[in-house]
Antibody
Framework: QVQLVQSGAEVKMPGASVKVSCKAS????????ISWVRQAPGQGLEWMGW????????NYAQKFQGRVTMTTDTSTSTAYMDMRSLTSDDTAVYYC?????????WGQGTLVTVSS | EIVMTQSPATLSVSPGDRATLSCRAS??????LAWYQQKPGQAPRLLIY???TRATGIPARFSGSGSGTEFTLTISSLQSEDFAVYYC?????????FGQGTKVEIK
């Protein structure tokens, strides 16, 4: 069965960076894109960007351009989302999801807390 | 950027009743529209894609309709497990965008 398993919760200081991982199983990793979506506490869903594990192509929301880098490691079927210069506004649950159109399978989410 | 507007923000419904949720796009997204259900503390779950196709394992009481800029999610007879927040999402344009959500609560 398709599964996306994300790394554990993180607590970061303002100005720091965070790298969240998303390990895929149950399907051919290079056949589907990986999208990243975040959700601030009590808020809605916000699309951050997408990466193609096969081609390495990416597409980031303008809001995150220059501050987010999405990568994949096809040898371990793992996707990564790296965000720099964190502020308190980045406190959220970060999800990875399969596909770049509709998102059919989701990771369990990774809570990133930014606090001094 | 395509703005997705959902209405109402909150829908109070009795178990067994029908629920109708709306989603409007600021410009045409063709039929490239998905619906998700999210319960507290859980990841979103895909319900509908391509505006009207149920995802794998989704009960027939969930149905989607619409194209262009106006879309509807209907839950024909609400079960206790259906009380949740529902989001629409367009994938016709970059960036992908979500509506702000409709909370379906028990009346």
């Amino acid at each position: 069965q398709v599964q996306l398993v994300q790394s554990g919760a993180e607590v970061k200081m303002p100005g720091a960076s965070v790298k969240v991982s998303c390990k895929a199983s149950g399907y051919t990793f290079t056949s589907y894109g990986i999208s990243w979506v975040r959700q601030a506490p009590g808020q809605g869903l916000e699309w951050m960007g997408w990466i193609s594990p096969y081609f390495g192509d990416t597409n980031y929301a303008q809001k995150f351009q220059g501050r987010v880098t999405m990568t994949t490691d096809t040898s371990t079927s793992t996707a990564y989302m790296d965000m720099r210069s964190l502020t308190s506004d980045d406190t959220a649950v970060y999800y990875c999801a399969r596909r770049e159109w509709f998102m059919d399978y989701w990771g369990q989410g990774t809570l990133v807390t930014v606090s001094s | 950027e395509i703005v997705m507007t959902q209405s109402p923000a909150t829908l109070s419904v009795s178990p067994g009743d029908r629920a109708t949720l709306s989603c409007r796009a600021s410009q045409s997204v063709s039929s490239n529209l998905a619906w998700y259900q999210q319960k507290p503390g859980q990841a979103p779950r895909l319900l509908i894609y391509d505006a009207s196709t149920r995802a794998t394992g989704i009960p027939a009481r969930f149905s989607g309709s619409g194209s262009g800029t106006e879309f509807t999610l209907t839950i024909s007879s609400l079960q206790s497990e259906d009380f949740a927040v529902y989001y629409c999402q367009q994938y016709n344009h970059w960036p992908r965008t979500f509506g702000q959500g409709t909370k379906v609560e028990i009346k």
